[in-house]
C-alpha cells in the first residue's frame, strides 16, 4: 500500500504558529508568499537579533539576520554557515520539509545559529555542525 505523502503546511497556519511563538512577530502571506521579521534572542546575555523570515511552498525558507549587521571575526574574510546571498544556513538539504512548521524548527535553528555565531566571533571558530559554503569573495560573485 503506497503511503501518502505528508500535506505542506499552508502558509497562514505557519505564520500563526510563528506568531504564537515570538508574539512581537510582524508578517504577511501575500500572493504565496509568507513574510516576517521578529526579533531573537538566543540566550539571556546574549543581544537582540532582527530576523527576516521569506518562505514559498516547494523552496527553502530564506533567513537573514537585518539587524543588527553581522560582524566577522577579526580573522576571517566571510561569515561562516551562510549562502552567498547572506542567508542563514541552518539545515542540511531535505532536512527540514514543507510539512514541517516553521515555528518548530527554523525559529530553533535559527537562534541556534545565532548562538553559534555569537561563539564563533569570540573563538574563532563554528561550534555547530554543518557543512561549509564556498562563499565568493564580492568581487567574483555572479551579479
Not at 526579533?39 to 518562505?55: A, G
Not at 564556498?134 to 551579479?143: E, G, H, L, Q, T
Request: net charge neutral; proline share 10%.
Amino acid at each position: 500500500m503506497a503511503s501518502i505523502p505528508p500535506r505542506a503546511v499552508n502558509l497562514g497556519r505557519q505564520l500563526a504558529a510563528i506568531k504564537a511563538a515570538v508574539p512581537d512577530t510582524r508578517g504577511t502571506v501575500r500572493g504565496g508568499e509568507l513574510v516576517c521579521t521578529l526579533t531573537l534572542q538566543p540566550t539571556p546575555v546574549s543581544r537582540n537579533y532582527t530576523v527576516r523570515i521569506v518562505y514559498r511552498h516547494r523552496r527553502r525558507p530564506l533567513i537573514t539576520v537585518t539587524d543588527p549587521p553581522l560582524a566577522l571575526h577579526p580573522d576571517a574574510t566571510a561569515l561562516p554557515h551562510v549562502y552567498p546571498d547572506g542567508d542563514l544556513c541552518l539545515h542540511l538539504p531535505g532536512e527540514w520539509q514543507e510539512h514541517m512548521f516553521l515555528a518548530d524548527t527554523i525559529l530553533p535553528w535559527t537562534s541556534a545559529w545565532l548562538l553559534h555565531y555569537e561563539l564563533w566571533l569570540v573563538l574563532g571558530h563554528w561550534t555547530g555542525t554543518g557543512d561549509e559554503h564556498a562563499v565568493p569573495s564580492p568581487a567574483n560573485r555572479i551579479r
